[in-house]
């Protein structure tokens, strides 16, 4: 059972930035495409980013394309640029222990584990 922590999250201004890193129990997690999602007060939990085991693709939200960045290395991160209020919610690094398309992994359904979140919260 792979366990995966978050941290990074805090009160930013709009137009800052953050970081969010999400470390994994296992070093089989290399292995594993990850990606982060995040969810509102009040609102469903959505995709924000994802990365292959290589780390060679990506994808993103259309919301946070050109503002956020996912990489890794031996922990997964999400840089997090020019942030609004209406990224306030609290983030999740998520891990797909089997291999899927990039289609699915913007689902939540593509993935097995899932980290307890990191609140993010912007003010304007």
């Known amino acids: 059972q792979v366990q995966l922590v978050e941290s990074g999250g805090g009160l930013v201004q709009a137009g800052g930035s953050l970081r969010l890193s999400c470390a994994a129990s296992?070093?089989?997690?290399?292995?594993?495409?990850m990606g982060w999602f995040r969810q509102a007060p009040g609102k469903e939990r959505e995709f924000v980013a994802t990365?292959?085991?290589?780390?060679g693709f990506t994808r993103y939200a259309d919301s946070v394309k050109g503002r956020f960045t996912i990489s890794r290395d031996f922990t997964v991160y999400l840089q997090m640029n020019t942030l609004k209020p209406e990224d306030t919610a609290v983030y999740y690094c998520?891990?797909?222990?089997?291999?899927?398309?990039?289609?699915?992994?913007?689902?939540?359904?593509?993935?097995?584990?899932w980290g307890q979140g990191t609140q993010v919260t912007v003010s304007s």
């Open positions: 990365i292959t085991w290589s780390g």
């Open positions: 296992e070093r089989t997690f290399s292995r594993y495409a």
């Open positions: 998520a891990a797909a222990r089997h291999i899927r398309s990039m289609a699915v992994l913007t689902t939540g359904g593509g993935y097995d584990y």
